[in-house]
């Protein structure tokens, strides 16, 4: 099925360990997202991409760097993972409306990476 | 700043039953507003959205909301709940700026609704 493609799916890393977070949509849309989930706090964003080209900082963006790849691939990556960073990561992704600005189409999410930090 | 709330941790009804999962929204200008469901281990998955036009929107697997601007509140509804309604919902607004591109989108802290047979 088409959709937005997440991996790993679970990972444990021991703290200043270091690793990427890979995303891919192929529903060609222009924007990009990821999310962390944390119990009683909803989804946050860390970083977004809303084009191929173009990245920018979310609500909580510290500890995390993000490469939009090309227009299907979108990563996270945490240099040196500490406990706090210990969640459930989503990307997701969503489609420009005709005249850009105002995007007002609903977001696709992948089904997360299960995160835990030692 | 936007922001939304979820005033219920949970939700619990009969199957059957009617439902309503609250939210109420801050935001300057007009709201974009989102309702979203997420099964055990999965993503979320759209359900409906309000943009402009009638207050009462219909969206996937029944659910329909109900949008107040007096009361600056979007609940969620559905007639008859089944049991495989049971899951966490978020209520989200459009972070709006009319500078970017994109849908930025801030989220409730969701609402676990139980359906009971």
């Known amino acids: 099925n088409a959709g937005v493609t997440q991996t790993p799916k679970f990972q444990v890393l021991k703290t200043g360990q270091s690793m990427t977070l890979q995303c891919a949509q192929d529903?060609?849309?222009?924007?990009m997202y990821w999310y962390r989930q944390d119990p009683g706090m909803g989804l946050r964003l860390i970083y977004y991409?809303?084009?191929?080209?173009?990245?920018d900082k979310g609500e909580v963006p510290n500890g995390y760097n993000v490469s939009r790849l090309n227009k299907r691939e979108f990563s996270l990556r945490l240099e040196s993972a500490a406990p706090s960073q210990t969640s459930v990561y989503f990307c997701a992704s969503s489609l420009r409306d005709r005249d850009g600005l105002y995007s007002n189409q609903p977001q696709h999410f992948g089904d997360g990476t299960r995160l835990s930090i030692l | 700043a936007q922001s939304v709330a979820q005033p219920e941790d949970q939700v619990n009804v009969a199957e059957g039953n009617p439902l309503t999962v609250k939210c109420t929204y801050s935001?300057?200008?007009?709201?974009?507003l989102f309702w979203y469901v997420q099964y055990p281990n999965r993503g979320l998955q759209f359900l409906l959205k309000?943009?402009?036009?009638?207050?009462l929107v219909k969206g996937s697997y029944g659910f329909e909301a109900e949008f107040n601007k007096s009361q600056t509140s979007f609940h969620l509804k559905k007639p008859s709940a089944l049991v495989s309604d049971s899951a966490l919902y978020f209520c989200a607004v459009r972070d709006f700026n009319p500078m970017e591109y994109g849908n930025k989108l801030v989220f409730g802290a969701g609402t676990i609704l139980r359906v009971k047979s």
């Open positions: 529903m060609n849309h222009n924007s």
């Open positions: 935001v300057s200008g007009n709201p974009y």
């Open positions: 309000y943009i402009t036009g009638d207050n």
């Open positions: 991409s809303a084009s191929e080209g173009t990245t």
